[in-house]
């Protein structure tokens, strides 16, 4: 038996980072808002990249068919900090934007930090950050879709803290 922040779905915690890759996933996760922030300090503009999105905390599958899929769905802020050479593509956007998979791949350079690899189906986008912190805002609720709608995400939101 599960035991953390929500049982039901299976979520372990509310706040995940890099270290936890291995156990993440994000396919089929909409992304309702994407951000570039600067935060400067002293000698330098530092960015910060932070990305609303449905996190599919699990898929359920039917006890019987043709039954479909359900799925527990959370949104959540995931924030790249430091993030630095940051490029990417959109379109076409009539069906928004949805990741396919996220790559953490080797640096390229001398550099320590990894180039992340957000592939979307209708999108691209790459940058160089040490890591990332994803904040599960609310609880995870179980829905028939893997999308939940504004009204049950509580609308669009960079807030960076978790729900438990």
């Not at 599960?2 to 156990?23: M, R």
């Not at 999105?53 to 900090?81: C, G, K, M, N, S």
């Not at 609308?155 to 803290?161: D, I, P, Q, R, Y």
């Amino acid at each position: 038996m599960t035991t953390g922040p929500h049982q039901s779905s299976g979520l372990s915690k509310g706040t995940w980072t890099d270290e936890d890759f291995a156990d993440m996933g994000w396919h089929d996760c909409r992304v309702h808002a994407v951000s570039v922030t600067e935060r400067a300090d002293d000698t330098l503009t530092l960015l910060r990249v932070l990305l609303d999105l449905d996190y599919i905390v699990r898929w359920v599958e039917p006890e019987r068919r043709p039954h479909h899929f359900t799925f527990w769905v959370a949104p959540a802020t995931l924030v790249f900090d430091l993030a630095w050479d940051i490029e990417g593509s959109l379109g076409p956007l009539d069906d928004g934007l949805e990741i396919a998979e996220v790559h953490r791949l080797d640096p390229p350079d001398g550099h320590a930090d990894p180039l992340w690899h957000i592939e979307g189906h209708n999108f691209d986008l790459r940058l160089r950050a040490a890591g990332y912190t994803q904040h599960i805002r609310l609880p995870p609720q179980h829905v028939p879709r893997q999308v939940l709608s504004l009204t049950e995400r509580a609308g669009l939101s960079f807030a960076e803290k978790s729900f438990a």
